[in-house]
T-cell receptor, first 112, second 113 residues
Framework: GDSVTQMEGPVTLSEEAFLTINCTYT??????LFWYVQYPGEGLQLLLK?????DKGSNKGFEATYRKETTSFHLEKGSVQVSDSAVYFC???????????FGSGTRLQVQP | DAGVIQSPRHEVTEMGQEVTLRCKPI?????LFWYRQTMMRGLELLIY????????DSGMPEDRFSAKMPNASFSTLKIQPSEPRDSAVYFC???????????FGDGTRLSIL
């Protein structure tokens, strides 16, 4: 079945540092790929998405590119802020399944 | 626009009691999903509906769990009888169509004592 693998956390960075959170996936066909963010005590919010190979999703300074050749969708941000501290989930919807398959989540802690 | 609304936000009850979680999806959304989040298993799908019809309930743990969607604006997830291992955060999400992103509610934090 479909699966998503994320790098283990927590990731601890200083403010203005560069962020990369790795995500790779296994799926048949051409899945849609997503990054969701969860702040403490809240639900998940869609951060960005990409629906086909080589698409780049971007939002709030975050970017991720759909790489079919490496089955990856790594999240990047050039300069993180304390307010970016949260848990980030990589997810996909497969060709035949409308529900999201999530990675285990990566906690990001940004220190001032 | 109102997002996905879940109630209650928190529920604490004793094992053996019936628990009912409620969800109001975003108006016009055809898909509704129930997920459960635990430390051990992460986020996992329980069941989802399309146009009020259950499509995939393979994630429902056992017969103690049931979900209904009597109309396009309301869904319930019921646990009867509840057990301590059911303690988790339960999320409801909805989407406009099968290729559109899912929008999540704030979740119900359930504690079974």
């Amino acid at each position: 079945g479909d699966s998503v693998t994320q790098m283990e956390g927590p990731v601890t960075l200083s403010e203005e540092a560069f962020l990369t959170i790795n995500c790779t996936y296994t799926a048949t066909g051409y899945p849609s790929l997503f990054w969701y963010v969860q702040y403490p005590g809240e639900g998940l919010q869609l951060l960005l998405k990409a629906t086909k190979a080589d698409d780049k999703g971007s939002n709030k300074g975050f970017e991720a590119t759909y790489r079919k050749e490496t089955t990856s969708f790594h999240l990047e941000k050039g300069s993180v802020q304390v307010s970016d501290s949260a848990v980030y989930f990589c997810a996909l919807t497969g060709a035949g399944r409308r529900a999201l398959t999530f990675g285990s989540g990566t906690r990001l802690q940004v220190q001032p | 626009d109102a997002g996905v609304i879940q109630s209650p936000r928190h529920e604490v009850t004793e094992m053996g009691q019936e628990v009912t979680l409620r969800c109001k999806p975003i108006s016009g959304h055809d898909y509704l999903f129930w997920y459960r989040q635990t430390m051990m298993r992460g986020l996992e799908l329980l069941i989802y509906f399309n146009n009020n019809v259950p499509i995939d309930d393979s994630g429902m743990p056992e017969d103690r769990f049931s979900a209904k969607m009597p109309n396009a604006s309301f869904s319930t997830l019921k646990i009867q009888p509840s057990e301590p291992r059911d303690s988790a955060v339960y999320f409801c999400a909805s989407s406009l169509s099968e290729r559109q992103p899912q929008h999540f509610g704030d979740g119900t934090r359930l504690s079974i004592l």
